[in-house]
């Protein structure tokens, strides 16, 4: 009893200083902004003194709405592209031989030495009426001269889901690596076909891979501000564009604050229902395990 009770004590000093700094950096900032949320703006664009729920009622305008709208939808199916390209180039790289494995690590790896503002008014230049890709499209007929690839939500899904893909496939293969492979043969000897073994056994054998890739696509996607800023447009523009206009251009420090409630929001969300989702898969095997 003593020796559990000292590993406790142990285990509580070893998290503290992990506790400050997360308290310090993330816990204290964030009711910082909830608060200054519900504080009305002064006309200097500084935080007025009082309380005031305007700014939270504020958000339910159209105008916020549809912004609010955009960027959870562009950031879903950004997340859901990258899975989708990650998941098989993860299953290759597991096991395709060592030598091509370091080879592709590293073609993965490469764009990070590249300053990301650089790679984004790169696919700029792709992107424009005049660049390369518009050129290739409108010569084969897959567009018409008039269409417009840049300043739209479809440029800030193909610029975000190029900026991320590597963050998605590293987890992956990192799950891909510690995966089984026999097990997918031992399927296949049992009758199932390729893909079902994928799909029952590969696909849920990696299954942490997966809600890490996730979390590191979605939660970055959702505040998001340089790529549509460069590339979006008024018709890609995201809530963390709005915050940013609020504090820059409006001055409107609460207002912005109220914005990035929402943001925050919206990031704790997917990460409460993801530890929800595993403490429920846990506890059937911690009740078999008493048994």
């Known amino acids: ?16 200083p992990s506790l400050f700094w997360l308290s310090l950096f993330f816990v204290i900032p964030t009711l910082l902004v909830f608060a200054v949320a519900l504080r009305p703006a002064n006309p200097y664009g500084g935080i007025a003194p009082g309380w005031t729920w305007a700014n939270i009622r504020s958000l339910a305008s159209p105008n916020y709405l549809a912004v609010a709208w955009r960027t959870v939808w562009i950031s879903v199916l950004s997340t859901a592209v990258c899975v989708v390209l990650a998941v098989p180039i993860s299953y290759y790289l597991a096991r395709v031989s060592a030598k091509w494995k370091n080879v592709f690590l590293m073609l993965i790896i490469v764009p990070f030495w590249t300053n990301f503002l650089i790679r984004v008014f ?3 230049v792709l992107l424009h009426p005049e660049g390369a890709i518009k050129k290739i499209l409108a010569f084969s007929g897959l567009v018409s001269p008039q269409t417009s690839l840049l300043y739209n939500a479809g440029a800030v899904v193909l610029i975000t889901v190029y900026t991320f893909l590597p963050f998605t496939i590293l987890p992956l293969y990192a ?25 029952k056994i590969f696909i849920p054998g990696i299954r942490r891979g997966l809600i890490t890739a996730v979390l590191f696509v979605f939660i970055p996607a959702l505040g998001s501000y340089v790529i549509p800023d460069i590339v979006g447009g008024p018709d890609g523009e995201m809530l963390g564009n709005k915050i940013a206009q609020r504090v ?19 990031v704790l969300a997917p990460l409460a229902a993801i530890l929800v989702l595993q403490r429920r898969r846990d506890k059937p095997a911690s009740l078999l395990e008493v048994r």
């Open 122 to 124: 790169a696919w700029k």
């Open 1 to 16: 009893m003593r020796a559990k009770r000292h590993w406790k004590i142990q285990e509580v000093l070893l998290s503290l």
């Open 248 to 266: 820059f251009v409006d001055r409107n420090l609460p207002q912005a604050a109220a914005l990035s409630v929402v943001l925050i929001l919206s």
């Open 175 to 199: 799950a891909a690596e510690k995966f089984d492979f026999q097990l997918l043969e031992a399927a296949r000897d049992l009758g199932a076909k390729r893909l079902q073994a994928f799909f």
